[in-house]
């Protein structure tokens, strides 16, 4: 049987880890909006608010069965679980993801998101999702939840800020940017 959701993700900016990662803690929202700029948030700094998707299936004759269909948003259950329920539907039936600007976009904020939550998402890397075009993964950074494995080392420092993290709690020690430890890229 083959599987497909055809998904979607809306967004807010996350005020609160753009503070903790630039050093804005205390401040209040319209500072920290107005830190942020105008300009479209980094990936990183996207809160989901809403994941909308078909859930659908073949059929050995070839015509799709639709299993699901929804948009289940925070003003119904936190983000955490929005995200815990989509990546555990993606990890039991490893379907083919199909969406608007997803590899640029609605992956890489839902794997941060995750990261964020501490939710793990194993499902994510159980097929090539953030790797195309790629016949050999890059290498990995760290293995926690199962969702910074392919985050380049600078984005992997701001995650470890929002998420009050430090190479020692993740038992790293690799170099990180020009030469500095992965506690000084996350400060």
Known sequence: MSNVIVWDIETIPDLKGFAAANGHVGKSDDEVRAELGDKFPKHIYHSIICIGALVAHREEAGHWIVDALGAPHVGERPEKELIASFVDKIAALSPQLVT????????????????????????????????????????????????????????????????????????????????KSMNDCAA
């Not at 964020?116 to 953030?130: D, I, K, N, T």
């Not at 195309?132 to 199962?146: D, K, L, M, N, Q």
């Not at 790293?172 to 030469?179: D, R, S, V």
């Open 100 to 179: 608007f600007n997803g590899s640029s976009f609605d992956l890489p904020v839902l794997r941060y998101r995750a990261m964020v939550h501490g939710v793990a998402a194993p499902g994510l890397a159980a097929r090539p999702y953030f790797h195309r075009y790629r016949t050999v993964a890059p290498p990995e950074i760290t293995e926690r939840s199962g969702v910074l494995r392919y985050l380049p080392t600078e984005r992997a420092a701001i995650a470890f800020s929002i998420c009050s993290l430090t190479a020692d709690i993740l038992k790293l020690a690799p170099p990180c940017i020009g030469g």
